[in-house]
């Protein structure tokens, strides 16, 4: 059995019993690394410096980026390797160079895991982001739903067998689409339809925002808005929003209206891998196209993957190279390896911490004053609106990071402070819970949050600098010392 990867036994009273995860193979990966980093040394020693110094930041520091996680050994480990060498464009038994066979395991293997896992009847695992997984979802609907009729309508089977002027038509249909996706201040993607983003240029875009009193989804404004707008696509996901979907609800709307549903999972892919969210809060067996990363909750390799139903799955399969470049062979050997540790009951009990942990810290900030947009959590991510201290995000993120805190900033709906400066701070608890970190230790990672937050003071009218009061970063720094060697990062790992 995989155990639990990256991390140590959790220090809390209460906490899950713990595998030293990891800690097994901590020997051989170090003798691993060790030779690994002496052979960079040789030729480029600043790599090799700079790797280094990147695992002591991220032991000694507090990680709070939502979007963050500590992937295991054996999934770093994995990347390591000559599958990187290899041109595979194309897909499984279909690729356009020779000598793929290995490859073609490799991604059937990591295919097979996804598939397993979240229950979807086909999976795409070679984006090399999430974005590239939205741009290969939004090319495999346009392909799906305008591209593909309109073939049939001239009865041809391919694009190149049009005449120029059918051709132009089509492109200008394809052009000529409708997408609604939650905006970037109530907490979605960029790649939902933000003006200056590709989404925002590929398609006409219109925003579902969250009700302005409660910060919460509003279904039946999206549902008005879905009815005015007719869009061909309703994207459904966030990067920023502290709430579960009903994705039930969001698809009756989508075929109200005979739109195809996509959801990006990205950041709550864990939970649904974990089991946290399950029914009308699992997108899975709702959305017609689901995309995710694989390095946020799901704590697998940077990397993204799309499922779909059958209806989508052949143009979604022809992803490479109409949408990406080459697959990454040894990342998705990583990504089979991070879902065969999903696949694990180790990983429901993780996953089920990370919203446990969100709620402890979330309660944690609201008791000691603080404002919430949306007044809590339900999954693993907390936006805390910085303006009650007097702060912008920028000074907050600063003070923060000066203290060992790292986070980052992020606009609330309707951001007095823009999307630069904004006025919130995302957080999030994925990757100290995966260090071992409990409710007893969010509580106080809360509680030495706020210590920052109200030791931190404006410069004049700046939206950036601030002043940190004297002794504060030390006194957190010690604090968060003793709770990060009380769960270390990669026990046993030494270079
Ligand atoms: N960068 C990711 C995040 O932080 O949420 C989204 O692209």
Not at 48 to 57: F, P, S, V, Y
Not at 246 to 269: C, P, S, Y
Not at 300 to 306: C, E, I, Q
Not at 379 to 388: E, K, M, Q, R
Request: negative net charge.
């Amino acid at each position: 059995m995989t155990a639990d990867p990256a991390t140590t036994p959790a220090a809390a009273p209460g906490a899950p019993a713990a595998a030293a995860p990891g800690a097994e193979y901590a020997d051989t990966a170090s003798a691993a690394y060790r030779s690994i980093l002496q052979i960079i040394e040789t030729i480029e020693p600043r790599i090799a410096d700079a790797t280094r110094k990147e695992l002591a930041d991220q032991r000694d520091s507090l990680k709070l980026i939502a979007s963050e996680n500590y992937a295991s050994l054996a999934v770093l480990l994995t990347m390591g390797s000559w599958l990187s060498d290899k041109y595979a464009e194309g897909t499984v038994g279909h690729r356009f160079y020779a000598g793929c066979q290995n490859v073609d395991t490799v991604e059937s293997v990591a295919a097979e895991h996804a598939r397993e896992l979240f229950g979807a009847p086909y999976a795409y695992v070679q984006p090399h982001s999430g974005i590239d997984a939205n741009l290969v979802a939004f090319w495999a609907i346009l392909a799906t739903r305008v591209e593909a009729p309109a073939l049939a309508e001239h009865g041809v089977k391919h694009v190149n067998d049009l005449s120029e002027a059918d051709w132009e038509k089509l492109r200008n249909k394809l052009g000529n689409q409708r997408l609604l996706g939650m905006s970037l201040d109530a907490g979605g993607h960029l790649t939902h339809g933000f003006r200056p983003n590709i989404s925002g240029k590929m398609f006409h875009q219109r925003s579902y925002g969250t009700d302005p009193n409660t910060g919460l989804l509003d279904y039946d404004a999206v549902a008005a808005a879905a009815r005015e707008f007719k869009p061909l696509i309703i994207v459904a996901g966030y990067s920023a929003y502290p709430r579960r979907i009903n994705f039930a609800k969001m698809r009756e709307i989508a075929d109200e209206v005979g739109a195809t549903l996509m959801v990006d999972m990205a950041h709550f892919a864990g939970l649904v891998a974990g089991k946290v969210f399950t029914g009308d809060e699992d997108p899975v067996p709702h959305a017609h196209v689901t995309t995710t990363t694989t390095h946020k909750s799901l704590r697998g390799p940077r990397g993204g993957l799309v499922l779909a139903t059958e209806e989508y799955a052949p143009a979604v399969d022809k992803g490479c190279p109409m949408v990406l470049g080459g697959p990454l062979s040894h990342v998705m050997a990583a990504k089979a390896v991070a879902l065969a540790e999903a696949r694990q009951p180790a990983f429901r009990a993780y996953a089920q911490r990370v919203a446990d942990n969100a709620k402890a810290f979330a309660e944690g900030l609201l008791k000691r004053g603080a404002r919430l947009v949306t007044g809590g959590t339900d999954n693993h991510l907390v936006l805390l609106d910085v303006t009650s201290f007097g702060l912008t995000g920028r000074q907050a993120e600063s003070a923060l990071l000066d203290s060992g805190v790292v986070t980052n900033r992020n606009a609330i709906p309707a951001d007095p402070n823009g999307a630069w400066y904004t006025s919130g701070i995302r957080f999030g608890t994925p990757a100290l819970t995966t260090r071992g970190f409990g409710p007893d230790e969010f509580d106080r990672v809360a509680e030495l949050v706020v210590d920052v937050l109200r030791n931190t003071t404006p410069e004049g009218s700046s939206k950036a600098k601030y002043t940190l009061a004297e002794g504060t970063a030390e006194r957190v720094r010690a604090a968060s010392a003793e709770l990060l060697a009380a769960n270390p990062l990669y026990p046993g790992l030494t270079l």
